[in-house]
């Protein structure tokens, strides 16, 4: 699994992200569109390493972090402890296409790109399917996406080369604008105790998604779009924008 492979990196590769910033954000969507007061319990789907996560159980949310990737999430709850939130937050194994709750969640969040990873209709409808069942009536599903300028501007057919501590990564990417997928092979060296490195190698994908075809999956799986913005001052996003914030909410019979 490709997460499990880059976890080691996965933070420093992502270090310009301002977290608290996105959680502001997160929260000024929340004040103007949450019609309940204020939530409790929120669910950070794919969570990695936990940064949106803790970050969002330090303002008082009870959160629930869900990942695939085993390493990811271990990282996550060693962070969560050295924060003072290891009893804070609820963290689970599972697939982001096919997870179990234990009751609803107020707002569900989804950061970093994780739904262009559902690279079929059919597992993006999956997730959406989900996330509505345990949303409760009128909560809300904030989350963001890669788009075209990301792609075809950054991810493109480049290669790029990260280096953290003992660990070296080299990421090629291969993007077909007619399939709107984009391929990235990943090779990890990793320098043992003895000098020498250990190789490993895995690829992943993500599915470029247009606005048109998130908001009918939105509202095919009982969503009402909210927005889409492509930053953080609510400035409406296009299909070009390289990221694109999204928040719907959940309507219910």
Known sequence: MMYDLIAPIYDA????LDYSAWADFI??????????????????????????????????????????SP????????SAERAGLGDKILWLCQDMTDFELYGTVDVAVSCLDSINHLT??????????????????????IFDVNGRGKFERIYADRAYV???????????????????????????????????????EDMDTERMYTLRSLRRALSDCGFEFI??????????ATD????????ARCIKN
Request: proline letters at 3%; glycine letters at 8%; hydrophobic letters at 30%.
């Open 27 to 68: 929260e000024r969507i929340i004040e103007r569109e949450y019609r309940m007061g204020r939530p409790e319990l929120v669910l950070d789907l794919a969570s990695g390493t936990g940064r949106m996560t803790i970050e969002l159980a330090r303002r008082g949310y009870d959160m629930t972090g869900i990942d695939i």
């Open 13 to 16: 590769v992502n270090g310009e």
């Open 227 to 236: 927005g889409a913005y492509s930053d953080f001052d609510f400035t409406p």
């Open 240 to 247: 070009d924008a390289e990221r694109i914030y999204i928040a």
């Open 162 to 200: 990260s280096e953290e501590g003992n660990s070296f990564c080299v990421w090629q990417n291969d993007y077909s604008q007619r399939s709107r997928l984009c391929d990235f092979y990943i090779t990890l060296f990793e320098r043992g105790s003895d000098g020498s490195y250990r190789r490993s």
């Open 71 to 78: 390493e990811m999430l271990e990282r996550a709850r060693r």
């Open 120 to 141: 079929e209709p059919r597992e993006l409808r999956a997730c959406l399917s989900l996330v509505h069942n345990y949303l409760i009536p009128n909560g809300l599903f």
